[in-house]
């Protein structure tokens, strides 16, 4: 294998995944603005249905970055076999996990939500927007284990054009089932579960396919039903599972911390859905360079390469704060042009606004902490990036706590959150890699 992390190598596997991400995003903009124009309580519940499957997909997420982990090293050390076998053994765990999410959704949601949202009128929308979304988790997974191959063989083309044809979908079904237009009835909020999860189900089949016709089937041994391999599972999961978990917590908390602020009234978790939509968009370019910092760090490990690791991270470092620079300065010079995209209610423009400048902190924060962050999973050790993650989302979820029940916090003030989360994990995450012992770590 040729030795090359250069700023154009880099680029070449991360762009895709962030012309992919500005697809995904598409989703969640259009979803926002639109719900935007049905009322408060539709934006609210969205924020609140679309964090807690979020919440899920996540554990199908950490599964998947282990895969992609272990792919990228058997693709540093050249061997196409064993990336074949890797992927097969994946399918075989996101089936049932897939199966025991959609099963809590299915029993658990009322029972989960209640005790927790204090509005019956959130409660019930979120409710209704659930009904419809549960049913994409089936295809999300699987879109999942395509995501982790391409991405750990570093052809993240597909991914793109994959994700153009899931937010298409999306935006077009949206229009239709929202506000029943050609004929459709208006369902309102569930119109945007329907139209997000019936894009997930042709992504998928779009990915199928191209997998299918072209070479990769055959060169990787892809689709072959060859049994458990118990040895391959148990390090996929000794690999995956704190990953898993981390993502589960972290989306847990941020799905924690809507929960909080849906105490602050109807209002303020609108505000707070756009301001997570917009923030999303500015974190486009992150996604993008933190998969290629894990992905190409285990690739150079498996070459054996470690010494130039801190030399890969700090380029990826310098094309994701410059990435996120650019999206800030936009935001900063036309605030209430970019709000006014969610909603015509100049009052949420108002309110949303300053919340929008502290979020612009916490995403250059981030976009520096997350390819620190993803630098240590792409190390195989995944167990102290767990350790990282929990210490990093206590501190966090504390000042949110405190902020609101002891300090009577305002939104914006509750917000600052995301910098102390991205300050704190700038800190371990690099103190790890500076000081710790993962140069031999084996996956």
């Known amino acids: 294998m040729q030795f090359n992390i250069s700023y154009k190598r880099i680029w070449l596997v991360a762009y895709p995944i962030i012309l992919g991400s500005v697809a995904q995003n598409i989703i969640n903009v259009t979803d926002t603005a639109y719900l935007g124009r049905v009322g408060q309580v539709e934006l609210g519940a969205a924020a609140l249905g679309g964090m807690f499957y979020i919440v899920f997909i996540m554990l199908g997420l950490g599964f998947g970055t282990g895969t992609q982990i272990i792919i990228a090293r058997r693709f540093g050390e050249g061997n196409h076999e064993a990336i074949g076998k890797s992927f097969n053994q994946a399918v075989y765990i996101m089936v049932p996990l897939a199966i025991i999410s959609f099963l809590t959704f299915y029993f658990l949601t009322p029972f989960i939500l209640r005790p927790l949202v204090a509005s019956d009128n959130i409660y019930k929308a979120t409710l209704a927007f659930l009904h419809y979304r549960?049913?994409?988790?089936?295809?999300?997974?699987?879109?999942?284990?395509?995501?982790?191959?391409?991405?750990?063989?570093?052809?993240?083309?597909?991914?793109?054009?994959?994700t153009l044809v899931l937010a298409s979908v999306n935006v077009i079904l949206n229009y239709i089932l929202i506000f029943g237009k050609f004929g459709f009835p208006a369902m309102g909020i569930e119109g945007a579960a329907l139209a997000s999860t019936i894009a997930e189900i042709i992504a998928l089949i779009y990915l199928i396919i191209y997998t299918w016709s072209k070479h990769y089937k055959k060169k990787y041994n892809l689709f072959e039903i060859s049994g458990i391999d118990i040895q391959l599972l148990i390090r996929n999961l000794k690999l995956s599972g704190p990953i898993m978990l981390q993502n589960f917590l972290s989306l847990s908390v941020w799905f924690a911390f809507f929960l909080f602020i849906e105490k602050l009234g109807e209002q303020a978790l609108a505000v707070s859905?756009?301001?997570?939509?917009?923030?999303?968009?500015?974190?486009?370019?992150?996604?993008?360079f933190a998969a290629a910092a894990n992905s190409l760090v285990?690739?150079?490990?498996?070459?054996?390469?470690?010494?130039?690791?801190?030399?890969?991270?700090?380029?990826?470092?310098?094309?994701?704060?410059?990435?996120?620079?650019?999206?800030?300065?936009?935001?900063?010079?036309?605030?209430?042009?970019?709000?006014?995209?969610?909603?015509?209610?100049?009052?949420?423009?108002?309110?949303?606004?300053?919340?929008?400048?502290?979020?612009?902190?916490?995403?250059?924060?981030?976009?520096?902490?997350?390819?620190?962050?993803?630098?240590?999973?792409?190390?195989?050790?995944t167990l102290i990036s767990f350790s990282i993650e929990v210490t990093v989302l206590t501190i966090y979820l504390l000042y949110v706590y405190f902020s609101i029940h002891y300090f009577n916090a305002e939104v914006k003030e509750v917000w600052i959150a995301e910098l102390v989360y991205g300050v704190f994990l700038i800190a371990f995450s690099w103190l790890y890699l500076k000081k710790g012992n993962w140069q031999r770590n084996s996956v």
Do not use: E
């Open 134 to 162: 549960m049913y994409g988790i089936f295809f999300a997974f699987g879109h999942i284990v395509f995501r982790s191959f391409y991405i750990g063989i570093a052809t993240t083309r597909i991914i793109t054009w994959s």
């Open 298 to 381: 285990s690739y150079i490990i498996g070459l054996q390469k470690t010494d130039k690791v801190f030399t890969l991270i700090k380029r990826i470092i310098v094309l994701s704060f410059g990435g996120v620079f650019g999206f800030v300065l936009l935001s900063l010079a036309f605030p209430s042009f970019i709000i006014s995209v969610y909603t015509n209610d100049q009052f949420l423009i108002d309110a949303a606004i300053p919340v929008l400048h502290i979020v612009n902190l916490g995403a250059l924060a981030l976009s520096i902490g997350f390819v620190f962050f993803n630098g240590v999973i792409g190390t195989g050790k």
């Open 273 to 288: 859905n756009i301001i997570r939509s917009i923030y999303i968009v500015l974190m486009i370019p992150v996604w993008g």
